[in-house]
Nanobody, 122 residues
Framework: QVQLVESGGGLVQAGGSLRLSCAAS????????MGWFRQAPGKEREFVAA????????SYADSVKGRFTISRDDAKNTRYLQMNSLKPEDTAVYYC???????????????WGQGTQVTVSS
């Protein structure tokens, strides 16, 4: 069992940056792959980025590639999502999730945080 808590969301102007954090408690984060997802009002939850549990292999949605970076700090049991060059269409609630599975399918993630709101103004 693992508990996830996101932080770092907020309001930022277009072109700005935010760094989201996902802190884990319970089992160590290194046991799991980790993903970031987002959900905008009226839309389905979508994949943003993922990092594998062993070699730290990363994967990104095309819409964020080159702007967002997922990383991890095993000593702090925390994962991060650095978001640069933010656009209004990045506005959503962002969730971190953990699973033995590594990939883009949210249905295969076992543990979820409560979400943090990111709002990008134009």
């Amino acid at each position: 069992q693992v508990q996830l808590v996101e932080s770092g969301g907020g309001l930022v102007q277009a072109g700005g940056s935010l760094r989201l954090s996902c802190a884990a408690s319970g089992r160590t984060f290194s046991t799991y792959a980790m993903g970031w997802f987002r959900q905008a009002p009226g839309k389905e939850r979508e994949f943003v980025a993922a990092i594998s549990r062993l070699r730290g292999i990363t994967s990104y949605a095309d819409s964020v590639k080159g702007r967002f970076t997922i990383s991890r700090d095993d000593a702090k049991n925390t994962r991060y999502l650095q978001m640069n060059s933010l656009k209004p269409e990045d506005t959503a609630v962002y969730y971190c999730a953990a699973a033995v599975y590594y990939g883009r399918d949210p249905n295969k993630y076992d543990y979820w945080g409560q979400g943090t709101q990111v709002t990008v103004s134009s």
